[in-house]
């Protein structure tokens, strides 16, 4: 019974992994509920975050062969509650089967930090405990460790954080040779090529934590330009932190080679930007429609700049009448 009992959680939290790839608002919701329920449900859910991102490198060198049996003859022989499940692995497609083929082998994963990464366009929500949440926007990698659920380290691309605060141990997010400490927050971080950006959407973080560390309140933001020493902090509406999860970007006198990081991150393309319109400002919304690339040909007139494809991606131009 016990053992069926654990069967069920595992099962469920496949259907989260998979159902929080792209999770709105509601599934939020829905699966904080799930979490509360029973502690159990969050051990399981850990469990399989563990999985994936231990076996993600190695999928690249398994073959499977094919199955003997129909779908159709499978799904006569499988009790209802499973072939639900069955049903959420195919809609997740590989990456969920190879998790529930997985677990199995689970326990030689157990320790150690472990990269998760997502490739262009793509999306992923981490679970480092029952209440700390960590989802990856496009085009990012990121490093954790099973042996301490307080740790992350950004190594590029961005990531929004809910984080659980823990006055003995604050969780610490290492971002090249910065960090930041949560005060018990929601926050938002970038780190690319331009440098490090961070928003506050509830709580207060610190950054550099230290004599010369600087305190980020709900609706502060950090610019921390690779190109100077200089770290401004702006104000930043609340609604706009981690907007890329909504489809939305919103942008008070950022410059555009900030817009166009983001933009290749959401639209999983490469965009080339000339370097004399990189530092111009730009202000507005975006909305993201779904449409893909093709979006960022309609994009160029609100932002100013001319945009054409090249061999290796876009490339974003002078519009008419700037400087080139």
């Keep these: 019974m016990e053992t069926e009992t654990a069967h069920r959680h595992d099962a469920r939290a ?25 502690p159990r449900h969050a051990a399981a859910y850990d ?19 094919p199955a003997e049996r129909t779908a159709a003859n499978d799904d006569a022989v499988l009790p209802a509650s499973d072939r639900r499940v069955r049903g959420w692995l195919i809609a997740g497609g590989a990456l969920a089967a190879s ?30 405990d029952a209440t700390t949440v960590v989802a990856l926007n ?6 954790f460790d099973r042996k301490n659920a307080r740790f992350a380290s950004l190594v590029g691309g961005e990531a929004l954080f809910r984080v659980r605060h823990d006055d003995a141990a604050p969780f610490t997010l290492h ?17 690319d090529a331009g440098g490090v950006r961070v928003t506050v959407a509830e709580g207060e973080v610190v950054y550099n934590p230290g004599d010369r560390g600087i305190s980020l309140h709900a609706g502060q933001g950090l610019i921390d330009p690779s190109s100077s020493k200089t770290v401004r902090v702006i104000a930043t509406p609340v609604a706009s ?19 166009a990081a983001d933009l290749a991150r959401a639209l999983g393309v490469r965009i080339d930007m000339a370097p004399a319109i ?15 690339p093709g979006q960022l040909e309609r994009l160029a007139p609100a932002l ?21």
């Design 175 to 191: 971002v090249g040779r910065n960090r930041v400490e949560d005060v018990g927050t929601v926050f938002n971080v970038v780190n």
């Design 304 to 324: 100013g700049v001319t945009v054409q494809r090249g061999s290796a991606g876009w490339i974003m131009k002078p519009g008419d009448g700037a400087a080139r």
């Design 278 to 292: 990189a530092n111009l400002p730009f202000s507005g919304a975006i909305r993201l429609d779904g449409s893909g």
């Design 99 to 128: 998790v529930a083929a997985a677990i199995v082998v689970a326990p030689q994963f157990e320790s150690g930090r472990y990269d998760v990464a997502t490739g262009p366009g793509e999306r992923r929500t981490i679970a480092l």
């Design 241 to 259: 932190v981690g907007g890329w999860q909504k489809g939305q970007l919103l942008y008070g006198g950022a410059p555009l080679s900030s817009v």
């Design 138 to 143: 496009g085009s990012t990698r990121m490093t």
């Design 47 to 65: 469990a399989i975050e563990r999985v994936d991102a231990a076996i993600a490198p190695l999928l690249s060198e398994v073959s499977f062969a």
């Design 14 to 38: 496949i259907e989260w992994h998979v159902r929080l790839r792209d999770g709105d608002d509601r599934a939020w919701e829905a699966f904080a509920d799930w979490l509360a329920e029973d």
